[in-house]
């Protein structure tokens, strides 16, 4: 039988310490040069930094989504490729359990289930200290990245929220109508 994932995952380094260390409480220099080098800094680069932590994030919540659908969906997923091994024409053959395995995954990956996970995973990530932009462990708080990028919020309410500035766009105004 052959796997979907690799059998034996990569592990990766546990923490050294099981509490986790507090942030430093004093930066590498002071308020004053952090203030200047903010505001010398360009608002569009602030802007491109933040959506890619966005990104980076959640590119990783998107591939624990598709780990969590193969596990459900594994006893198809497995019939699928034993119908396909060793055949040279499976289209024909492999057909139903393609079928059977595709309407398992079609079943599960609804929008309302994925936006559900999503933010539930990005809530998680956020409480373990996983998170790339709230990440305790190596120093990058949420509120230490909001003092040198402008685009990031030091606080959220709701994770699923991420980390940009998002300005709020006003529906009941015409495209074409100067704002006022």
């Not at 497995?78 to 492999?94: H, K, N, T």
């Amino acid at each position: 039988m052959f796997f979907v994932d690799a059998p034996f995952p990569k592990k990766k380094d546990a923490p050294s310490s099981s509490a986790s260390p507090e942030p430093p409480a004093d930066l590498p220099v002071d308020a004053e040069v952090v203030e200047k080098n903010r505001n010398a800094r360009v608002p569009y680069l602030e802007a491109r930094e933040a959506v890619e932590l966005e990104q980076k994030e959640l590119k990783a919540v998107r591939e624990q989504l598709g780990r969590e659908i193969r596990e459900i969906c594994r006893p198809e997923i497995d019939e699928y490729i034993d119908c396909c091994v060793g055949r040279i024409f499976s289209i024909f053959q492999c057909k139903p359990h393609s079928l059977r395995m595709r309407r398992c995954m079609n079943k599960i990956e609804t929008p309302e289930w994925v936006d559900r996970r999503t933010a539930e995973l990005l809530a998680e990530r956020e409480a373990t200290g996983e998170s790339l932009i709230n990440n305790v462990g190596k120093g990058a708080t949420r509120e230490r990245r909001a003092m040198y990028n402008r685009a990031i919020l030091s606080e959220v309410d709701d994770p699923s929220e991420m980390s940009i500035r998002k300005p709020q766009p006003d529906y009941k105004r015409h495209p074409g109508t100067p704002v006022t």
